[in-house]
């Protein structure tokens, strides 16, 4: 949720920010601004995409070696010009860019508009620029230092002063912020691709640190002004990955990277990689409950997983979604482990889950991408899926790890609970190493699922059917069509349409039905049958293609698998389906409307 980004050094520090801005504009895009030090601070704002600023800078150019960039996911204030960072400070002496939200920021802005400042904005951030002007007396870092004690929410800040032409600050609390550290110069990001092409040597700033920027030396201070020793992190993602490589979108690139990431996940985790060394340590019998929670697909990735670990270890397990874990006094103990889902690590809800579930006694084992993340740094375990950057706000191959990491955990749990048999155990591990290369024989079927989907742009709905665990694989379907193709869509168990659902079926509405759990398929072809006379078209994605009834004519058959890890193959169809349904609507696929890829706010 909004990105930052500033760069210190030898080359041309506007190009470098507008790149960096580039790979970070999948955490928000409803504006874009920079401020660069030249002859004082000059800054360039503009509502709308990347593009647009891109176009304002190209018109009258700019040169500098040091400045600070945003790109923005409106909170406080409709996305405009005025409220596009970076903010500045009335006396035009400071000027900020801000990652998260400042809770208390009407009292703050009230004092300051007493003491005779005038704000220019709606939002909450330039609340920051402005008491730092008021509490600067010669000496930033001490303003800084000054602001940080008295805002309260979360921030991640690059900060700039008129009077320090060769230095700018950066402050880290509750929103992710790194360092990256070049021979050329050095930077700070959100996010790691941003500095990807310039170094892979990266501080991964904690909470309450500050780091001050030169152009040949960061130091990191705490916000007591004391000196911290910080270790400098090799980041192992390539640049390759955070670009596009010919692809017309990442999600397409993302979705086709799926057997090789799958490959690598499941290496880490089955073949004596960091993850089984993990899973190793910890001794499941001491917990009689297992609690997931998550957001968005990693909460899908959760349901999922529930079907397969209480079908495996027989222990009961809940699922969760983070924002309503967080509040519910949930009953846990420390019997209980938490699994904590998050592509990014960053999650706020996720991680405010995370910190109840700890203070509540129980361990916390995370499911996470992003290495130096906030998750990663405080769950107790931490697991991480081999997906590389996922830059597409919609997952797909980070979803699809997840998956793959939870499936190896519920067999080595059950294996653990003493469920499985040695040889049990070795069968469904095969299984899940067999995953990848069933996923690259879905992945050729790529131009028939185009053909089909470029006859779906006109629906208004489209649901999504399915029974047990092909039930959980629909909610995540549904919420991929919806995300970014914009056509209204629900996920429903087959057998729980006639309790309403059912009243929305019409003469062609499309139905998706997924039918891989051999058990309930004739069930599940009832719920076909019924939703078929009410006018439905019908596509069915499914390994038992042969048993189709006549009316159904539109099939992605899936290779065998058995019924506990079939999610993801049903789930690659359904990506496809999704994107090309998009694709055909000439939708902005990687960058949908109003989302954003990390949700660094409740
Ligand atoms: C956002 C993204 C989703 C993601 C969810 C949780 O809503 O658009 O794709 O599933 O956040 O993100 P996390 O990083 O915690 O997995």
Redesign the pocket.
């Known amino acids: 949720m909004c990105g930052i980004i500033g760069y210190v050094g030898k080359m041309d520090a506007v190009a470098i920010i507008l790149e960096g801005l580039k790979k970070l504009e999948y955490r928000g895009y409803d504006s874009a601004g920079l401020a660069v030090y030249n002859n004082g601070i000059q800054v360039v704002k503009q509502e709308g995409r990347l593009d647009a600023l891109q176009a304002r800078i190209d018109a009258s150019p700019l040169t500098a070696n040091m400045g600070i960039g945003h790109t923005r996911w409106a909170t406080h204030g409709e996305p405009s010009d005025v409220n596009s960072h970076p903010h500045m400070g009335s006396q035009n002496k400071i000027a900020i860019v801000h990652n998260g939200i400042i809770e208390n920021y009407k009292q703050l802005k009230e004092y300051l508009e007493q003491k005779g400042i005038v704000f220019a904005s709606q939002t909450d951030s330039e609340v920051i620029a402005q008491l730092a002007e008021y509490y600067y007396e010669g000496d930033i870092l001490d303003a800084v230092i000054h602001v940080v004690g008295r805002l309260e929410g979360s921030f991640a800040l690059g900060i700039m002063c008129a009077d320090n032409p060769d230095m700018f600050i950066a402050v880290k609390k509750d929103n992710p912020l790194i360092v990256g550290v070049s021979d050329h110069g050095q930077f700070i990001a959100s996010d790691v691709p941003a500095v990807l092409k310039h170094t892979s040597n990266v501080y991964y700033l904690n909470d309450r640190e500050i780091a001050v920027l030169r152009a040949d030396e960061v130091e990191f201070l705490n916000f007591d002004k004391e000196p911290l020793a910080k270790t400098v992190e090799t980041v192992t993602w390539s640049l390759d990955s955070a670009e596009k490589g010919g692809y017309p979108h990442f999600m397409l690139k993302e979705i086709m990277e799926q057997p090789k990431i799958l490959k690598d996940t499941i290496n880490t985790i089955i073949s004596s990689g960091d993850n089984q060394e993990i899973i190793d340590g910890i001794d499941i019998n001491k917990y009689n409950k297992i609690v997931m929670t ?6 899908n990735a959760g349901v999922v997983a529930k079907y397969v670990f209480e079908q495996l270890c027989r222990v009961p397990v809940e699922v969760d979604l983070a924002s309503e874990f967080r509040y519910k006094d949930a009953i846990i103990d420390e019997k209980t482990l938490v699994i904590i ?7 706020a809800d ?1 991680i405010a889950a995370m910190r109840e579930a700890k203070a509540k006694g129980a361990v916390t084992l995370a499911v996470v ?1 992003v290495v130096g993340s906030t998750i990663a740094k405080e769950a107790d375990y931490c697991l991480f899926t081999a997906a590389g950057p996922e830059i597409a ?3 797909t191959k ?2 699809s790890a997840q998956l793959v990491i939870l499936y190896v955990l519920a067999v080595r749990f059950a294996a653990g609970y003493g469920k499985l048999s040695p040889t049990q155990e070795a069968g469904f591990l095969s299984e899940i190493a067999q995953l990848p290369e069933k996923v690259t024989e879905i992945l050729e079927q790529l131009d028939g699922i185009q053909k089909y989907a470029s006859t779906c742009v006109g629906y208004k709905s489209i649901f999504f059917i399915g029974r047990n665990i092909d039930y959980a694989i629909a909610l995540e379907g549904s919420l991929k069509l919806k ?1 970014i193709s914009y056509i209204h869509s629900e996920a429903y168990a087959g057998g729980e349409l006639k309790h309403g659902t059912i009243s929305l079926i019409e003469d062609n509405t499309l139905v998706v039905a997924i039918a891989n759990c051999e058990r309930l398929f004739s069930k599940l072809m009832s719920n076909v049958e019924q939703v078929i006379s009410r006018g439905a078209k019908v596509l069915l994605v499914s390994n038992h293609p042969d048993a189709l009834p006549d009316e159904v004519t539109s099939c992605i058959t899936l290779p065998l698998s058995g019924d506990l890890f079939s999610p993801s193959l049903s789930v690659i169809a359904l990506q496809l389906f999704s994107y090309y349904v998009a694709a055909n609507k000439g939708l902005d696929i990687d960058k949908p409307r109003n ?5 660094t706010v409740e």
């Open positions: 998550a957001c968005g697909s990693a909460y889902i998050s592509q990014s690590g960053e999650t996720t991408n706000v919609a997952t980070a979803f995300e989302l954003a890829k990390s949700v």
